[in-house]
């Protein structure tokens, strides 16, 4: 193996815990009592308007549109839900929680391989987030979807990629990440080698096959 296509969020950061803190912060900036279960539900919605996009159902910007005010709706919460999300973006871009171990997994992988960032979400966000983690300087390109101007899993997104990656080769290329629907069906849609990381034992019940799959980011020596 010589490249590595490596996803950020919920594979080296928890967007779980950083996604809440920002909800939480921005909660508190606004006066509302955000409760659990408000946080569930948004958790609920924001997979599924990411699931909208990544099918090309929806674009990008109407997941920032849709999420809190729809959300605000569902709760009778009086509140500007754009400016809310304003906030959010704001105090996300400096949330950087690892996922255990995403350090010494980052570092083993750049020592060994060219690792390419490949993300659904919004460049100067990414960038923010892995400078303050330290990462920012470990990878040799980042491509976010929106400066590419299209989303994994799509073919285009990759092909994209690929065009900028010097001397590519799909048999000596990887993509891990945690996401079936993007990063599987990206990197089948791609034609390279796939590893799952799946902590929460989830079930892969589609057609999807994954060439590898890992429940914590140290099993990758096992691989790589």
């Known amino acids: 193996m010589k490249t590595i296509l490596l996803d950020i969020d919920d594979t080296i950061f928890d967007f779980h815990k950083c996604a809440a803190a920002s ?3 921005s909660a508190q900036e606004f006066g509302i009592d955000f409760t659990n279960e408000m946080l569930e539900r948004y958790f609920e919605q924001n997979w599924f308007l990411w699931g909208e996009y990544e099918k090309k159902i929806i674009e990008r910007e109407d997941i920032f549109r849709m999420r809190f005010p729809l959300l605000f709706e569902e709760f009778n919460i009086k509140a500007d839900g754009i400016a809310f999300e304003d906030a959010f973006q704001r105090y996300f871009m400096q949330e950087c929680e690892p996922i255990e171990g995403s350090k010494e997994f980052v570092d083993y992988l750049c020592s060994k391989y060219d690792v390419y960032i490949v993300s659904n ?7 923010s987030r892995l400078k303050k983690a330290g990462l ?9 979807s929106d400066v590419v101007g299209h989303q994994k899993p799509t073919k285009e997104f990759f092909e994209h990629c690929i065009c900028r990656i010097k001397n590519f080769d799909p048999k000596e290329t990887m993509i891990i ?3 079936l629907s993007s990063d599987i069906q990206g990197g089948i849609n791609a034609g390279i080698k796939t590893c799952w990381f799946n902590p929460k034992h989830k079930v892969n019940d589609t057609n ?3 060439d590898y ?5 140290e099993e990758i020596k096992n691989i790589l």
């Open 23 to 25: 909800i939480l912060k």
């Open 121 to 127: 979400s919004m460049e100067a966000t990414q960038k």
């Open 136 to 144: 920012e300087g470990c990878f040799k390109e980042i491509f976010v």
């Open 177 to 179: 990440g945690d996401s």
């Open 208 to 210: 999807l096959p994954c």
């Open 213 to 217: 799959e890992i429940s914590k980011l």
